[in-house]
């Protein structure tokens, strides 16, 4: 089960009870205190572990405790400090103050590991207290109790390329083939439910993690069906590709403007972001003139047909992609306007060239 937001109060460990003691022994007239220390209680830790994708784990869990630190005892032994409560959590993990929305700890590294509560301080046995004045103080302290806090976790995936698009417009279908993902793929709107990732190989020795998340639709931004609720899973991607179906109801022009506008409602550092546009469905065309449709998209968007062919694009249908003669790349612009068929396989291959050398453009 995907889970990408839990909710839960977490707890650090209580200091252990200093003692009171007294030395006995045979032969030793009146021994002096000898109370040991508590043990510490446990701290709380985060980490992050790539081999974790989701946090189910804390699904139903209202609260999370370290354990306290055992009490001190006699002859002056310490008490046992207790283990430290290690919360595992997937890379690209925010622990946010479930009061204020303060982001308290943003976990993206494998192997990263975070103090977020520390446990509380054992408190003195009774033979700190002795003096010339005492020398049989019968008092010791408390343990100091351990920190709390209610947090909220919410889980960002982290891509090269996050896909966006309307429902049913190709984006599983894409990333099935581009990719060793295999997302559930059928012919109604919301197939996909849950953000899938998926490692897109480029040559033998290059790579690129691609995601798909749920369709946007418009209002997405205010709730409408799952976009806002999942837009939050391109945040961290550093290129986004829109995907418009060239073969649906809605016109080209219409898709592009919808989805750049909801991208901005959610996010304006989102929308500011290096971008690259996929027609899809090419296969499924139903007009009468494919080649005037794609080339009069383009125009509207203010772009000319492009002749240039350095990713081995399809010839056969027009597009557009960025001259990179000079090294000039311009960011208000798309990288590239593409048809593809992921069915027929058209240009699927040289879009994977196209995209890392996009995601090239961010370093």
């Not at 043990?39 to 306290?68: C, E, I, M, P």
């Not at 033998?204 to 799952?226: W, Y």
């Amino acid at each position: 089960m995907f889970i990408d937001s839990v909710k839960f109060t977490v707890f650090s460990g209580k200091g252990g009870q200093g003692c009171a003691s007294f030395r006995r022994e045979k032969f030793v007239i009146k021994g002096g205190p000898d109370g040991g220390d508590g043990g510490k209680g446990g701290d709380v830790y985060f980490q992050v572990d790539n081999n974790t994708d989701t946090l189910s784990w804390y699904k139903g869990r209202a609260v999370l405790k370290a354990n306290n630190g055992r009490p001190g005892e006699g002859r002056n032994k310490t008490g046992k400090s207790a283990d430290p409560l290690i919360l595992v959590v997937p890379p690209g993990t925010q622990v946010i103050d479930n009061q204020t929305g303060e982001v308290l700890l943003d976990l993206l590294e494998e192997g990263q590991k975070e103090l977020f509560l520390e446990g509380g301080k054992g408190g003195l046995g009774n033979t700190h207290f002795k003096n010339a004045s005492n020398q049989r103080p019968t008092y010791c302290q408390p343990g100091l109790p351990g920190q709390s806090l209610e947090i909220r976790l919410e889980l960002k995936l982290i891509a090269d390329v996050g896909l966006v698009g309307y429902p049913n417009v190709g984006k599983s279908t894409l990333i099935s083939t581009s990719s060793n993902a295999s997302p559930e793929i059928a012919n109604y709107e919301f197939t996909t439910i849950t953000p899938k990732l998926g490692v897109v190989e480029v040559g033998d020795f290059n790579s690129f993690v691609m995601a798909d998340i749920p369709g946007i639709i418009d209002g997405a931004s205010e709730g409408r069906g799952l976009g806002l609720e999942f837009l939050k899973h391109i945040e961290r991607t550093k290129t986004l590709l829109f995907m418009i179906d060239i073969a649906n109801y809605r016109t080209t022009i219409e898709q592009y403007q919808v989805l750049k506008e909801e991208v901005k409602k959610f996010s304006t550092e989102l929308s500011g972001r290096n971008f690259a546009i996929a027609l899809t469905k090419v296969d499924a065309y139903y007009g009468e003139d494919l080649e005037g449709d794609i080339k009069a998209f383009i125009e509207d968007i203010g772009l000319e047909v492009s002749s240039s062919n350095e990713y081995g694009f399809d010839k056969s249908l027009p597009y557009y992609v960025q001259d990179l003669t000079f090294n000039k790349f311009d960011e208000q612009k798309p990288f590239f306007v593409l048809p593809i068929s992921s069915v027929t396989h058209l240009n699927t291959n040289s879009i994977r060239f196209a995209l890392y050398e996009l995601i090239g453009q961010n370093k």
